[in-house]
């Protein structure tokens, strides 16, 4: 009961978190203003923000994966596999959501995919952030086997 509502807890912090984050980088940006008219419906920039927010949440997913197992195993390939495709693909979601967010013209609802692009830039450094805490790991690991 006790792990449960920890775990709730801390998904509802970081779900707070994360919508904190894609407002301040919205806010950065100065696109945090709805605009006049909204769009609805998928355009070419809601769905490249779309692909870049997907891959970077696959990058977060790999990367937690990879931390997570990085404990249970040593030296393993599939380790080193998921920590390249966490970086890989956290650097793709923050080139590609910070080029969508600096490219908008209009805040939230003008067809622009700011949000996406704020979420794929924010997801993005987490999968990197998460990434390099695995690579870093990995070679002290590495580093430690060899002493």
């Known amino acids: 009961m006790r792990r ?14 994360f919508g904190g984050l894609v407002y301040g980088v919205l806010v950065a940006a100065h696109v945090s203003e709805p605009g006049a008219v ?9 769905l ?10 696959l990058g977060v997913i790999v990367g937690g994966l990879a931390l997570t197992r990085r404990a249970a195993r040593l030296e393993t390939a ?14 793709i979601a923050i080139i590609n ?18 949000v996406g692009g704020a979420a794929a830039l924010v997801l993005g450094l987490t999968a990197l952030m998460l990434g390099g805490i695995g690579l870093a790991r990995r070679r002290r690991t590495a580093m430690e086997q060899t002493t």
């Open 4 to 17: 449960t509502f920890a775990t709730l807890l801390a998904a509802a912090a970081a779900a707070i978190l």
């Open 38 to 46: 909204t769009v609805y419906g998928l355009t070419a920039r809601r």
């Open 48 to 57: 490249w923000a779309s692909i870049a927010a997907l891959l970077g949440l």
């Open 78 to 91: 599939p380790d080193r596999l998921a920590i390249a495709v966490a970086l890989v693909a956290g650097l």
């Open 97 to 114: 959501g910070g080029l969508n967010v600096i490219v908008a013209t209009g805040g939230p609802g003008t067809g622009n995919g700011v």
